[in-house]
Nanobody
Framework: QVQLVESGGGLVQPGGSLRLSCTHS????????MGWFRQAPGKEREFVAA???????FYADSVKGRFTISRGNDKSTVSLQMTSLKPEDTAVYYC??????????????WGQGTQVTVSS
């Protein structure tokens, strides 16, 4: 049974930073691709960033240069360092994993989400 738990969300001012973390557990967790997605009120869920089990990283154009995704040394955790935050980054952020790779259309496993609010 795969489980993912996010943490680190909160309220931050525009231009500020937050670091989200996700703990992944389950069978063969080190072989899963890990990704971050977000969903704002009234909008579709969108891809933010992902990292393969081998370390290849992918970013949405909207966050490239501002967000950094990283795997822990044991690959059981994934973090999203967010800098230069903008109000349009406000959303519920979800951690997800997939055993097939980082670029599949729909990830297999999802966390419960953590709220990120960027406002002055």
């Amino acid at each position: 049974q795969v489980q993912l738990v996010e943490s680190g969300g909160g309220l931050v001012q525009p231009g500020g930073s937050l670091r989200l973390s996700c703990t992944h557990s389950g069978r063969a967790f080190s072989n899963y691709a890990m990704g971050w997605f977000r969903q704002a009120p009234g909008k579709e869920r969108e891809f933010v960033a992902a990292v393969s089990w081998s370390g290849n990283k992918f970013y949405a154009d909207s966050v490239k240069g501002r967000f950094t995704i990283s795997r822990g040394n044991d690959k059981s955790t994934v973090s999203l360092q967010m800098t230069s935050l903008k109000p349009e980054d406000t959303a519920v952020y979800y951690c997800a994993s997939d055993s097939r790779g980082p670029t599949v259309a729909e990830y297999q496993n999802w966390g419960q989400g953590t709220q990120v609010t960027v406002s002055s």
